[in-house]
């Protein structure tokens, strides 16, 4: 067996062999702990079958468990090692000369960690975890060494960058072209997505961080963000409960294009009665809710 772990100075690395199989105890509690390389080939690509052969079960990568608070790893610090988030949310940000925070992400489980030290060989940014947190570490010198047997361990780790490449495009353009309501929604149908990607509700799950964090990635300020919150909660496309958030209406979020004010939608809602009572309809309708008077004209 292979095993790729963290030695005393961390976050320097070693190689060192698991326990003889005949001490079946002892490696089943210390495995508890460790990934094989086919499980983590499965989280960098999911749904994708790879073939490994046998051995990928032969190698392992060690966890780390990180504390809600907790820094992964801090700007400037030498590169040695990639992270995959097992389980818990992080916040992966940049620190500028003022000491002003820029929020560049939030990492959740099957995310990739670290790929902005490759370039450098050191750290241009930090993640710290929003909540406890379980990471698998895979040494970079190792995992670059294993990708030349394991082949389809390189294209794992590559589909797995390319696919952070692209999400960084998708909100650049968001930010570029896009309405305060329209980067709030569409914040809100991707954690959505991804959420249902794992096999979660994609309706109702929880903000595991703050407004002003959420404002810092989308570039806006605290007070737009809660003021979006607060609107798209009257209008009936949310429901805010604190920070769990459940979303009424995924596709029309999905879709949103321009938030009208509260006052502008009552309007529309007591015009579009007066047309019921003019049209003198024989069977009773129902008021429209505010959320679907975005389509009245």
């Known amino acids: 067996m292979y095993l790729l772990e963290e030695t005393d100075t961390h976050p320097a690395l070693s190689t060192a062999g698991l326990p003889d199989s005949d001490d079946k105890s002892s490696c089943q509690d210390r495995c508890k702990h460790w990934s094989n390389l086919k499980e983590v080939c499965d989280m960098l690509r999911p749904k994708i079958s790879l073939g490994l052969s046998a051995l990928a ?21 030498p ?38 030290g490759i370039y450098l060989n050191r750290h241009v940014s930090e993640a710290i975890a ?21 082949t389809e361990m390189e294209g794992a780790v590559y589909s797995m960058m390319s696919r952070e490449v692209v999400r960084e495009q998708a909100m650049h353009r968001l930010l570029a072209s896009s309405s305060a309501e329209v980067r709030v929604t569409r914040f809100l149908v ?18 595991r961080m703050t407004r002003q964090e959420i404002g810092s990635y989308l570039g806006l300020t605290l007070e737009t963000v809660s003021r ?24 029309a979020l999905r879709s949103f294009r321009k938030l009208l004010p509260v006052d502008n939608l009552l309007k529309r809602q007591e015009i579009y009665m007066q047309k019921i009572m003019r049209n003198k309809l024989v069977h009773p309708v129902a008021p429209l809710k505010l959320r679907e008077l975005h389509t009245i004209s």
């Open 228 to 251: 979006t919150l607060s609107t798209l909660n009257t209008i009936g496309l949310v429901t805010v409960y604190g920070k769990t958030i459940e979303l009424n209406d995924i596709n």
């Open 190 to 207: 991707d954690l959505s997505d991804k959420f249902g990607q794992l096999g979660y509700s994609r309706k109702t799950f929880n903000l």
């Open 79 to 116: 590169f040695k090692m990639l992270y995959i988030v097992n389980s818990g949310f992080l916040k992966s940000t940049v620190i500028d000369e003022q000491g002003n925070e820029q929020i560049l992400g939030f990492p959740m489980k099957n995310d990739l960690l670290c790929t902005d």
């Open 57 to 77: 079960e032969e190698v392992f990568f060690q966890h780390v468990q990180i504390k809600e608070g907790q820094s992964v790893f801090r700007m400037g610090q």
């Open 130 to 150: 929003l909540t406890e947190c379980d990471l698998i570490m895979l040494p970079f010198k190792q995992l670059v060494s294993l990708t030349r047997t394991y």
